[in-house]
């Protein structure tokens, strides 16, 4: 162990004493059974849906044992951080419904950013030192670079171990000198064994079982030149003082789980549980990757609630990959059941948005009608100012629009995935957000020719009568079609050509486009109501 005079230099004798950390954060009083986990983002980029997904986990797996879900910061890199992330992150949260019991601002464990524990890292990373358990090293980058060169030229694991780890050896006299000419230094881990043949380490994972795999060798770095600890150490002292019993986190942390369990030996802790959970992948061509931060839109959160996705619609798709028995239930089912850690798979889950999308068509038609429209515009009124304005000037006009062709009495129809949605499929019923068709030569009107296109229009137009049943107003349409030459069905259009301008349905899509500007709608009839007789003739004559 250094002198007492060195490790002082190191860290200084005044830091507070473990034990009166202990006894600040005592075990918790809690019943039998209860767990206590945690999200512990860092705040480096935008909140990963991943991310999200983890948390959803950790919170059922603390609500469904009556115990406590905390969000902590994990800033210590301050290198990475990225400006507007913590916003982002509180957020997101919010915008999923991810309650921490205990937060940064809120609870008797804090701080619960990582950046204003560094008084409490120091008082554990002395205790490494004082007991052997880790030194200094005064390595620089051009050092460490060339000591990965030898170790590849040599064949061995690149990493800072065995012979390999040369501050390790340091004498005391040596470490002496090298602050006495005011070297940078940071404290590395002392791996419990120096060099010789690695190890097996064996332990049990919630999600993935039994695992065993090679023991950690490499003197990690636990204390930055900086000051500031590596997440290894910060996580495992948080992770203790917080009394977290599960830890529930990515997969990519799996490897390091041999490390963190020598980490909490020499710290004298106990180890909780750990519980990696598998990672969301795409389909990339023919093969599958992990949804990337830096390729996918969709791996941020914020796509989510920009496009408008429904939250329950996606609260539901994420608890349907994270545990497989709640994915052919109900949706209102599946948010009132709880997650297991032991029934999250063990593989990568596909993002399906064509699955997410029709959970969510199944949560807007459930909602009445008045909340379809109040949600709709509060998603405007962030996302799409102008259509805000447009669908809140009149409110019955906007609450008729999503009754159109409704399957239940006062529930929107079932083509509404997103609020996004809306502007192209119903924006046509909102005569300020619609655009009139004033080119006869449109290719939506193909494959009639233009003079055509005017001529049914005019004719539809000249004898149109509004208040009709549906089958009556069709049939003023139909008239018109046969007045001008169009066969009465595609059959006998088929069989003489040579006699018809077209058959009716082409005749028809006239009067659709002009109406919609689409090819495709919902029923026309209905959405005549909608219109009122004024507004359909402005645009049955639009291209006069």
Sequence with gaps: MLPTEI?????????????EWEQRFPPRAMPAGAEVTRFAPS??????????????????????????????????????YVEGAVEQLNRSLEYFGITPDERVGSGAYGPYAQSE?????????????????????FCTSDELAALTGRQQAAKVPSGYWGSWATCRHLSDQDVAARLDAGAPFVI?????????????????????????????RNDVVVRKTMGLPTYHLAHAVDDHLMRVTTVVRADEWLSSVPLHLQLFAALGFEAPAYGHIAPIVITDGKSKRKLSKRKDPQANVDWYAESGYPVEGILCYLQGLANARLQDQPWQQVLREPLRLEECSNSGQLLDLAKLASICREVIADLPVDQSADRLLAWARTYD????????????????????????????????????????????????????????ADERFQPLEADLVKQMAATVA?????????????????????????????????????????????????????LTGSTRSPDLYEASRVLGADEVLRRLTSLA
């Design 188 to 216: 590395r881990f002392r791996a419990p064994y120096d060099g010789g043949t690695v190890r097996r380490v064996r332990f049990t994972d919630r999600v993935r079982g039994d695992i065993e795999m090679d023991d950690n």
């Design 7 to 19: 490790l002082d230099r190191l860290i200084p004798s005044s830091v507070t004493p473990v034990a």
């Design 385 to 440: 100012p102008e259509l805000a304005v447009q669908i809140g000037e009149d409110r019955q006009t906007l609450l008729r629009v999503l009754s159109i062709e409704a399957t239940q009495p006062g529930r929107p129809r079932k083509d509404l995935a997103t609020w996004g949605d809306f502007r192209e499929k119903y924006g046509f019923l909102i005569p300020a957000a619609f655009t009139l068709v004033t080119d006869p």
């Design 117 to 137: 524990r560094a008084a409490i890292y120091d008082s554990f990373v002395r205790a490494l030192l004082e007991q052997d358990s880790a030194y200094p090293c």
């Design 462 to 514: 000249a004898g149109y009568k509004h208040d009709l049943d549906g089958q009556e107003w069709f049939e003023q349409v139909r008239a018109a079609a046969l007045a001008l030459g169009f066969a009465a069905s595609v059959g006998e259009y088929k069989r003489e050509p040579e006699r018809f301008r077209g058959p009716l349905k082409e005749a028809a899509n006239v009067v659709r486009v002009l």
């Design 43 to 80: 705040p480096t980029g935008f909140v990963h849906v991943g991310g999200i997904l983890v948390a959803l986990i950790a919170q059922s797996v603390a609500v469904s044992s009556d115990g406590v879900f905390i969000l902590r910061v994990e800033d210590t890199d301050q290198s990475r």
